[in-house]
């Protein structure tokens, strides 16, 4: 009896044990697969770059969410081996006093793409109809005439020649939740969670009814929103720039290699200059 029961415990530890490393295997295998594809798209959107410079194409791109979605990561992954002088990313503070009583729209006005660029909005003049109504930074009025002036703004932008994309990216109140403790635990990622992410946390649902209401209000023909579910943040990444891609009709441009030609020769003269400089310390040796 003991000799079978031994026996079972035994396969039952080999099972599991095997059982573990399977899963490690499909972890590294999908790690290494997002990887390979990341970086696939990341040569296309090099691509993407040089045609807009050689077009003079100009491009919105607005990425709007739940706090702790993944909105950063996504931006992060999209412009990481691109000029940012060729991609520029807008993520505006608290409007000024003076901005206050301007015109609404009128500090992102300044911000759309000259030819050749592309404007990447971290939040944008979404912040309307999203935190500002639900922390009362607006008044109810307000925040519904930006509902009923958006979709002509962005018809004009549009009509203009500029491309416009608009993604909102959504996450479960449980993933959200994870992430914020994550946030708390780590001193790397405190710096992410702040005062108006715990008031996104605590009042959840006033945020739903809010973006409930500016997704539907402002979806349209000319400027239509487009959703990436977030709780799988690689899987967003690979599925939203895709999109990105797929909706730009780019094409590629052929890359003519330079001929870098011939160093000039050292001059006869020349003395290594034997002034003090400030060298950075080697702190790899030791």
């Not at 079978?4 to 095997?18: F, L, M, Q, S, W």
């Not at 691109?82 to 006005?109: C, G, H, N, W």
């Not at 930074?137 to 416009?164: D, H, N, Q, T």
Request: charged letters at 35%; glycine letters at 4%.
């Amino acid at each position: 009896m003991n000799k079978g029961y031994d026996t079972n415990i035994e396969d039952a530890v080999a099972e599991a044990k095997r059982k573990d490393k399977d899963k490690d295997k499909d972890k590294k295998k999908r790690s290494w697969n997002y990887e390979k594809e990341l970086l696939r798209l990341q040569v296309e959107i090099a691509h993407l770059q040089a045609w807009v410079k050689k077009s003079g194409a100009r491009i919105v791109i607005i990425f709007e969410g739940r706090d702790a979605a993944g909105k950063g990561g996504m931006i992060k992954r999209i412009t990481e081996k691109v000029s940012p002088r060729v991609f520029r990313v807008i993520a505006l503070p608290a409007p000024t006093d003076r901005e206050k009583s301007q015109i609404y729209m009128q500090r992102y006005i300044t911000y759309l793409p000259a030819a050749g660029e592309i404007v990447i909005f971290d939040r944008s003049w979404y912040n309307r109809p999203g935190v500002d109504r639900v922390m009362g930074f607006c008044s109810e009025k307000k925040a519904e005439r930006f509902l009923e002036l958006a979709p002509r703004f962005e018809a004009a932008i549009v009509e203009s020649g500029i491309i416009l994309l608009k993604y909102f990216l959504t996450v479960s109140e449980e993933e959200q939740e994870r992430r914020f403790k994550r946030r708390i635990d780590d001193p790397l990622r405190q710096w992410k969670l702040s005062p108006m992410d715990v008031e996104s946390y605590q009042r959840w649902w006033d945020y739903t009814k809010a973006y409930d209401a500016m997704l539907r209000m402002t979806d349209s023909n000319h400027a239509p929103w487009w959703i990436v579910p977030s709780d799988d943040k690689k899987q967003a990444r690979i599925n939203c720039i895709s999109h990105i891609l797929q909706s730009i009709p780019y094409e590629r441009v052929k890359f003519e290699a330079p001929d870098l030609g011939k160093r000039q020769k050292r001059p006869g003269g020349y003395v290594e200059d034997q002034s003090v400089r400030h060298v950075v310390p080697d702190v790899t040796a030791r």
